[in-house]
């Protein structure tokens, strides 16, 4: 595969290739309390579907890319140069349009904006008759891919996240890129519990870079625990889907993982061609975020 500066940081000709893909691989079976069944502890990895076998090569570059270049040293670096959250200030409303700049016309399937999408996850999220809190957690959800705006790559803003410190899961989609990190070749990283403690809970626990824990810190101080469960550990799909890293998880983190799983199924299937109407949402959404967020926030 090429690595230079254009490929490393696009390979996907847009973002939707990637939420595609998780569609492919975590299929919807079901929705609202009753969205995600635990896989059966007693299936053989012989019966799982092999996802990756069938995916693009833009989706298998960008998770070689992200496996590659995803280490501890590298999460802490970003970290310390995004979470000063000194690059801009600016209103929801104003991420929100900051956010809809990030449009590829290359994407041959809709022509829906990322405002779009947010507005129609928020909206099947009202219509199911969920908390205010959840219906404004639909439509922030992915403000963190601002990221993309500040020029960062697509492989430290989007991606499944996993815990960087210890052993890589083998349910991580791609897990075998992980031999070219070289974390894997780091004794004290490649241990059960690498640099943590049994039950340590997830906030002590270093999650790959992305727009998910970039999103909590900005709104952490503004929405209920559940709600900043859902954005902070959304893309956490080892966790929320395969069950895995219980071990690092406390009592509060397994309460609260419902909660991710209620979301998900609105993250990835309410996506259609139908364009929301602003006109007529503006006063809602408006009303909404004012209940939480003040005028301005730190980015």
Avoid at 11 to 32: A, I, V
Avoid at 42 to 57: G, L
Avoid at 61 to 70: C, P
Avoid at 150 to 168: L, R
Wanted: net charge negative; proline share 6%; hydrophobic share 30%.
């Amino acid at each position: 595969m090429p690595n230079d500066t254009k490929t490393a940081n696009a390979p996907l000709g847009n973002l939707e290739e990637w939420e595609d893909f998780l569609k492919e691989r975590y299929p919807e079976n079901g929705s609202g309390d009753h969205a995600f069944q635990a896989i059966d502890p007693n299936k053989k990895k012989e019966e799982f579907r092999n996802y990756e076998t069938t995916a693009r090569p833009s989706v298998r570059e960008f998770y070689r890319l992200n496996h590659l270049h995803q280490t501890f040293d590298f999460v802490q670096a970003k970290r310390r140069e995004f979470l000063s959250l000194k690059r801009r200030e600016m209103s929801i409303w104003e991420a929100l349009e900051f956010l809809n700049t990030l449009v590829d016309d290359s994407d041959p399937d809709t022509d829906l904006s990322q405002l779009d999408h947010l507005l129609q996850t928020a909206e099947q999220i009202r219509q199911d008759g969920h908390p205010r809190w959840f219906i404004l957690t639909g439509l922030i959800h992915d403000l963190g891919k601002i990221l993309c705006l500040f020029g960062e790559p697509q492989w430290a803003v989007v991606g499944d996240t996993f815990p960087v410190g210890c052993v890589y899961s083998d349910r991580i989609v791609f897990h075998d890129y992980f031999s070219e990190n070289p974390d894997s070749r780091e004794p004290r990283y490649q241990t059960k519990l690498g640099i943590y403690r049994e039950q340590c809970g997830l906030d002590n626990v270093f999650l790959s870079w992305g727009h998910d824990e970039y999103l909590y810190q900005v709104t952490k101080d503004y929405l209920p625990s559940e709600a900043l469960y859902m954005i902070r550990y959304h893309s956490f799909y080892p966790a929320h889907r395969d069950g895995e890293y219980d071990y690092l998880m406390n009592d509060q983190d397994r309460a609260m993982f419902k909660w991710v799983q209620s979301f998900n199924p609105y993250d990835l299937y309410t996506k259609s061609h139908e364009r929301p109407n602003m006109k007529e949402l503006r006063p809602f959404y408006d009303d909404l975020i004012k209940e939480f967020f003040p005028p301005v926030l730190k980015w």
